[in-house]
């Protein structure tokens, strides 16, 4: 195999074949993509979510993950957030002429193992190469199909006043993680991204039986975007509490000298959710037994009062109104 | 709304909600889509077919088409070939910042064209802007579901000696449209892109009860690679008469002209089957009823000598080896 891409890589000729077989089906082999067809075929029943994005991070490494870790962590959370368990992903590439074989295969590695860590496989892909200068570096793009147990019903417009709202986690790694690898800012500890499948946390959560009305990771646009997209599809207020939204230290040092508020950074390995509120004292039980929700918490109220609006009450006991990002903060950080 | 795509309408926040209010959802809107959870939620039952594409063609608008009409044809078509009704797309965009709204309005029509006439809905989305100088305008993925009835098993392995092999029209328009596009090359009459939904003519081969044992839109690589592809999945060799594949005049002028060979050019307006013998004539003749299959024809057969390898006789008599594509001949077609 050589040593850099070519565009013949994506050429659907022989080059092609040979970086399906010499890297796509030693890596993630299976019943299904081994067909080589133009569509994998499995059987499904009953209720699917459907997902896609596409994943530009800048840099393509970044401590915590990669780009790859990444377009599996982040489709994968985005089935589960619908309540479906994730089952099978697409993978396609665009890569520039001349990137590294090396650099993909490492970055297909981490698809491989955060694959593995989900429980989801790649069954279909398709590889496009572009001109050097024509594009930067890598994108991937995973779509996913899940399975979702008829008895669901949950959505961002299912919320209702009396409900609790749950942060799984502290927020903000992800964005200043990327953010730093890419401006090359040091930090006395560094930052890692939260980068992880949220789908084995979602399902413990479904299991408990207590009623999820809405579940989101906060990715681009943060814990406050996300909130604001609640209460918008819901038209309820919420109410949140500053001093029960969990910031590490280190995040909140970075945040203060570049002058960013951490409800906006994004999140690659937390959820939201709102729950009724008999339930959510067990929902948050279950949730800090699993490694990726060890500092849940609920962190504030649905309301009646000021539909479509965010409203926090800050630690020195004002009310803030928390609204939708408005610009862009931090681009290219998924 | 901007004259001009701002890295902001990537953000996940504000922008990012008004391009999809203000423009996806006028266009696209539907039940599944309107929700604007994370994933798209629908009831299917038995065999699935999932399928996925990036779109980079170059450059964007091209004789017969542009990369909206594109994105939705080849995912419709790549469900197709495996024997699905196509039902849901996604859609992802990574836009270069600085991209003119009217352009990007412009090819979503297309897009909702090509949806509407081959019966697909766009269910869910993501957008990405990227900076200036980080991508080469517009790429598009669309990834989708189909529904596959459940007696069919169609598949490139399962051509069998004595099959015939069907072509449902001339070759290697949509290649040379894009490249004359691109370099600027005027020919006598202008060529147009064969870009179409297949669905339909699919359907209605199938609706034959024939058995129909291999399907494949031959796009990257030419009818030469599809062919090629077959035969190795197959274990098979495939006969070809040259004098029976049609190849519009002007096409075969032009690949004179550039030192072409449209066996390799792309095609993206029609399909290769092979077909249990008894039931070729009478495919053919469902095939020419449909718009899309007017010059349909079988150019030859599959046999059980040199397994893997396609074998032409040519015009004059004699016979040539017909390899699968060697380096890129046309890059950024599709």
Redesign the interface.
Known sequence: MEDRI???H????????DIVEQIFLPLFGNTYLN??????????????????????V?PLFFPGGDIGKLAVCGTV???S??G?APL?L?????IEEGFLVADLRRILESVRDAAEESGVRI????T????KG???GL?I?T?G??S?RTELDI???NARPGDKVILSGAIGAHGIAVLSQREGLQFSSQIESDCAPLNRLVAEMIDSGDEIRCL??P???GLA?TLN?FAI?SCVGIELEESKIPVDESVQAACDMLGLDPL?V?NEGKLVAVVNAEGAEGIVDIMLKNKYGTVASIIGNVVSEHPGRVVMKTVMGASRIV???????L??IC
Do not use: C, W
């Open positions: 070519l565009l013949a994506g050429s659907g000729g022989k080059l092609s074949h067909k080589l067809d133009d569509s994998a075929v499995f059987d499904l029943n009953g209720r699917i979510a459907f997902t896609t994005d596409s994943y530009v800048n959370n985005d089935l957030m619908s479906a099978y697409s993978m396609s590439l665009i069954v279909t892909g398709d496009k190469v572009v001109n024509n594009t930067d994108f793009n779509s199909v899940g979702i959505s961002g417009s989101r990771d990715t681009r646009g975007t997209e599809s906006y994004a609204d939708m990002l408005v610009g862009e903060q681009p290219r």
